[in-house]
Every structure is written in structure tokens, then in C-alpha cells.
């Protein structure tokens, strides 16, 4: 992609979420246009997103807003400086926004899972926000396992069941130091999609990680606390039904492409994975994918 801009640091935020990849497609690069003002001194609410078609907008205020032509490949945004220093939040609501969202209507589609890889065979933690994707994606590659994604799984067109990640950082909710220690004192940013947010780069921990692999499992996350961890196999149909429930909307001319690329990855082995504690999901887990759950 190319990122341009009036300020470096946009150039600063746009290398700490995507410097990591390198090219993955032999096409022409998207391209986003970032234009700054001085404007208020306040962070802005949280964008809403509308669209029709091959447009889509997000608007904060009229200091702040973006939209994207996902047919030209082109983007752009407009914020405030104050938007820009809150560099989470910029990152979060308006660059990696446009840019994702660029991505996803010409080269992938995506799934709310985080993907944790044992011995090679990729597996996906699917599950609502809140649901503990990260502290068991975290805590996963803790014990060993090969890092992905913590939140949101590219699969790949025309790519059977590839994915690629975001092994880069991990984002946790406040509480995540409560169960792993060696977070604490990290920076937390401002809420994103109402919850305080700390980002932690994988470059400072001692885990694996990978850009990308091949689905192999599908875990269905349910977090209960105090329960006991349990592993029920999931029908083919259930689990592709369920992807499309969560699947959005952009554009009807590609809805139909996107919903193939899922039904794809439906043919994986699924499961539901029912756990209090992480450390029980984790070792489940390893059973399920060494072939002896």
C-alpha cells in the first residue's frame, strides 16, 4: 500500500501496524491519503460507519471523517492533531479502518477469531468481543504454540484455507495483567469499542510467531468462569451458518464471493470450546489438535 500524508507520524502509525508484512499479492498497491488540521484539542467520538455500493464513510465530527472507493483502490481520511497524537485511536478508527476494509473488498475475507498454530496445523478461536480470544491466543502461544492473530483472521482468495494475521502485537482488555503478570506497567490506550486497550508488541515477548497458515481446526470459544473445560464437536453447516451470521455487509456484487471463501473454511474440523480457565483451554486444545481429545 501506499500511505501519504502531510505528517510523519502518520507515516510512524502506518509502519507500526502493517511494517511488519511484506507483499503479498503481485497487484498494484492500495492507496491512502491522510490530510491533518490543527482543529480542536479533544478526541473525537468513536466514527460511524455508512456506505452504499463501492463508497463507505467513517464520520466522527467534521474535523474527523474518512471514506474509501474500494473499486478505485483509494482511500482518505481528515483528522485533527489531537486525533493523530492518540496514536491507538487514529490506528484503530481511521487508518488500519480504511486500510482493512481496502483489503478485505479485493483480496480476503475475514473472521472475528484469532488463529494460534500447534506443530504447524493452524486453529482458529472464534468468538465475540469479550470472549477471551486474546487471553488464550496469548496464553496459547505462551505455552509454546505458533502466534497469528488475536482478533481478526485474513483468509486469503482463491487460497484454500490460508490466513494471514496480525503477529505483530497483541491488543488486551485492562484486566489481562490480573492473569499474566509480566503485562503489567504497559501503556493502556483509550477505550476502543468501549473497552481500555493495551497493546503489546511481540517483538518484547518470547513467543513464535507467523504471518500466515492453513486452517486446520475451527474452536468455538464459550468462556464461563468456573467451569470446567469441555470440547463438543460442531456440524459443517453450523459452523458456516454461524460465520455468516457474523459476516458484514459491503457490497452485493462481492457478498457472494465472500460467503464461498467462509463456507471453505466451514470444511475444517469444528468444535466448541467451552472453559473457565486458559490455562485448561490451552491444554484441550493441544489434545485436540495432537489427535488425542
Same mark, same amino acid.
Given at each position: ?23 503479498? /499479492? *503481485?497487484?498494484?498497491?492500495?492507496? %491512502? ?14 466514527? !460511524?460507519?455508512?456506505?452504499?455500493? +463501492? ?6 465530527? +467534521?474535523?474527523?471523517?474518512?471514506? #474509501? *472507493?474500494?473499486?478505485?483502490? /483509494? ?13 491507538? /485511536?487514529?490506528?484503530? +478508527? /481511521? ?27 493452524? %486453529? ?6 469479550? %470472549? ?12 509454546? $504454540? ?9 483468509? !486469503? $482468495? ?19 495483567? *490480573? ?27 518470547? !513467543? ?6 492453513? %486452517?486446520?481446526? #475451527?474452536?468455538?470459544? *464459550? ?5 470446567? @473445560? ?7 453447516? =453450523? @459452523? ?26 466451514? =470444511? ?26
Amino acid at each position: 500500500m501506499d500511505v501519504a500524508s502531510d505528517m510523519r507520524e502518520v507515516q510512524d502509525a502506518a509502519r507500526e501496524s502493517f511494517g511488519a508484512y511484506a507483499a503479498r /499479492f *503481485d497487484r498494484p498497491p492500495l492507496r %491512502v491519503h491522510v490530510m491533518t488540521a490543527e482543529g480542536g484539542a479533544v478526541r473525537p467520538p468513536d466514527p !460511524v460507519l455508512r456506505g452504499q455500493r +463501492h463508497l463507505l464513510m467513517w464520520v466522527s465530527d +467534521h474535523e474527523n471523517f474518512g471514506a #474509501i *472507493d474500494w473499486r478505485a483502490r /483509494f482511500g482518505y481520511a481528515c483528522v485533527t492533531r489531537a486525533t493523530l497524537a492518540d496514536t491507538v /485511536f487514529f490506528r484503530w +478508527h /481511521f487508518l488500519d479502518a480504511l486500510i482493512y476494509v481496502l483489503l478485505e473488498l479485493n483480496y480476503f475475507s475475514s473472521l472475528h477469531a484469532a488463529c494460534v498454530a500447534w506443530k504447524g496445523a493452524g %486453529v482458529l478461536l472464534y468468538g465475540a468481543s469479550g %470472549v477471551g480470544k486474546s487471553t488464550l491466543s496469548y496464553c496459547c502461544a505462551r505455552r509454546g $504454540w505458533t502466534y497469528i492473530s488475536d482478533d481478526a483472521s485474513a483468509v !486469503v $482468495w482463491e487460497g484454500g484455507r490460508t490466513v494471514i494475521g496480525q503477529p505483530h502485537c497483541f491488543r488486551f482488555r485492562a484486566e489481562a495483567p *490480573d492473569l499474566f503478570p509480566e503485562l503489567r506497567g504497559r501503556t493502556v490506550g483509550y477505550q476502543l469499542g468501549h473497552k481500555p486497550t493495551i497493546e503489546v508488541y511481540t517483538a518484547g515477548l518470547p !513467543v513464535q510467531t507467523a504471518a500466515e497458515c492453513r %486452517v486446520e481446526y #475451527i474452536a468455538f470459544l *464459550d468462556r464461563t468462569p468456573g467451569v470446567r @473445560a469441555s470440547i463438543t464437536p460442531v456440524g459443517r453447516e =453450523e @459452523a458456516r451458518a454461524r460465520f455468516e451470521e457474523d459476516m458484514a455487509a459491503y457490497d452485493p456484487e462481492l457478498d457472494g464471493q465472500r460467503r464461498q471463501v467462509l463456507a471453505s473454511v466451514a =470444511e475444517a474440523p469444528a468444535f466448541e470450546l467451552r472453559y473457565g480457565d486458559c490455562e485448561e483451554g490451552a491444554m484441550l486444545l493441544e489434545r485436540l489438535v495432537g489427535g488425542g481429545a
